[in-house]
């Protein structure tokens, strides 16, 4: 049934690096794929110095990361990712009218039999299936943060996906080393981010009405909900920009003024502080963190 060997990437961002290195690392051949030049510098930069640390740190033979490597390819050429193709993973900004296109353009190259996975944290695939040749064959297959080391992975059942294609992207996310959980329906946010959410939406309340700072909001979480990291701390990891984005995404479709992002999200959004990846959002990140 698994008869995967070339995966594309499409966004060489935060999570489709991350995404594409586990997936060759699994053995698979993998062509990561951004429209920006500077991406994709970046993302192949990040992937050289990682196998590096892993080699000197003694957990993989300099043989082997050398094998890894030869089997995984960064660029900007979209026909040279998406030819005889036959797992795509979608990790483009989560903006439904992005995805549609960046999931149209490679469609153009693509064989037949090719399985499109998205990564959204929130978008159910059936809002942009129909950018593809056969919807059937797109489902949403959710990475967690950072992808190379988060075991969890969502796997979602919509209605218009076909059970080889829900059985296939199960299958290699097992093989490719993680435990993924089946969602059995559609629905926004899925599992994890519907909870994660509930836990944000609060802290940022609280936040916005000056209850709390962001330290003891965090301090609170960890110590008394045993968390590993606080809900402000996460957010800074998965990226302000993203959250921000998910809740216009939401408010766009809603309408509802509740779906708005809170002010501590949109003050620091417009500002570029967009966390880790800025160098500030709810924390500073100087060079010693
Ligand atoms: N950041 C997280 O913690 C996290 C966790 C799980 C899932 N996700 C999901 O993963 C997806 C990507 O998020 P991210 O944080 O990696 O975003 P990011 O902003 O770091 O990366 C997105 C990349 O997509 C590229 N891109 C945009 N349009 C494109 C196109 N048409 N073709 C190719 N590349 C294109 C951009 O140049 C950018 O490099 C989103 O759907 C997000 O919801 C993010």
Sequence with gaps: ???????????????????????????????CYDIKKEIIEAAENFSREWFKKRITKGKLQEEEAVQIQ????????????????????????????????????????????????????????????????????VLNLHFFNPALVMKIVEVVKGEHVSEETFETAFAFAESIGKNPVKVEKEIYGFVV???????????????????????????????????????????????????????MEKFRTSGEPSDRPASCLSERYARGEYGRKSGKGFYEYGKET
């Design 70 to 137: 030869d089997r995984l390819f960064f660029t900007t050429d979209l026909e040279q990712a998406g030819t005889n193709v036959d797992l795509v993973i979608e990790a483009v900004s989560d903006i439904v009218a992005v995805k549609k296109k960046a999931l149209a353009a490679i469609d153009a190259y693509t064989p037949e039999h090719t399985i499109y996975a998205s990564n959204s944290s929130y978008i159910v695939s059936s809002r942009f299936a129909d950018a593809v040749k056969d919807p059937s064959k």
């Design 1 to 31: 049934m698994l008869n995967i060997k070339k995966v594309a990437v499409i966004g060489a961002g935060i999570m489709g690096n991350q995404i594409a290195m586990q997936t060759a690392i699994h053995g698979y051949t993998v062509y």
């Design 193 to 247: 981010n519907r909870i994660f959410s509930a836990l944000t939406r609060e802290a940022c309340y609280l936040l916005d009405q000056g209850i709390a700072s962001v330290q003891d909001i965090d301090k609170a979480v960890k110590g008394a909900l045993g968390h590993s990291m606080g809900p402000l701390e996460t957010l800074d990891m998965t990226g302000i920009d993203l959250e921000y984005n998910v809740y």
